[in-house]
């Protein structure tokens, strides 16, 4: 099968406020795609709509040819441990060394021996440059190993598809070229599909194939990282740009500010 994630017709609310109005998304095997847009557009709720933690009101999420809604818990699990999820900020088990976060997902979800056990979470921790750092504590990690010991965790199993939710948040730019490039490379080492979403433009559109702008529940742009750099869209124009003037206002709509003043002023 061509694509691995297929997303049509979507929409989700929470309660009754609207959150996505019908995405239509597809996501090739072995491609990195990113997923951008303003905070509160709706991209993480799109990850867990593909990992099925939620489900849509209506359309359907199909991934590896299953259809998410219609998986019972059993289903559910087990694709799920065909997927790595790399959480904002790392998310690590702060009462767990390096090594034991790492082994967690194989404890959990395998039956492997504990020598095999630590022979692959040593591997996994190696491809990510931190063997050495196996015995540290999180709270003895920079922001950069931390986010690297969670890939590490991510892709303890080996998973078919790999999402990663604002990846690059709060890194300094050396950290930041670290983790964009071990994203493209591991993708391709281990032959996964991932799925990025971030505000981070120039570093994204670096390494990844394809790229969704996302604004106000639907898709506003698509397309690969040349063709969005070159965007005359207004609103992509101004995200990858960074422009103070376009379509995205810097002021939440409110009364005049003139007015306002002069009213404050006669209730002084």
Known sequence: ME????????????????????????VR??????????????KTTLLRLIGGSLGAKSGTVRVDGRLMNELDQEALYAMRRRMGM??????????LSVFDNVAFPMREHTTLPEPMIRDLALMKLNAVGLRGACELMPSELSGGMARRVALARAIALDPMLIMYDEPFTGLDPISMGVISNLIRRLNAAL???????????????????????????????????????????????????????????FHYPGTAYGPDLALERAHA
């Open 3 to 26: 694509n691995l994630i297929e997303i049509r017709d979507v929409t989700f609310s929470y309660d009754v406020r609207p959150v996505l109005r019908g995405i239509n998304m597809t």
């Open 29 to 42: 095997r072995g491609a990195v795609v990113t997923i951008m847009g303003l905070s509160g557009c709706g």
């Open 86 to 95: 790399l959480f904002q900020f790392g998310a690590l088990y702060t009462d």
């Open 191 to 249: 032959g996964a599909t991932s799925i990025i979403v971030t505000h981070d433009v120039q570093e994204t559109l670096r390494i990844v194939d394809y790229v969704y702008f996302v604004a106000d529940g639907v898709i506003v742009a698509q397309g690969a990282p040349a063709e969005i750099r070159a965007s005359k869209t207004p609103f992509v124009h101004q995200f990858v740009w960074g422009e103070r003037d376009g379509p995205m206002p």
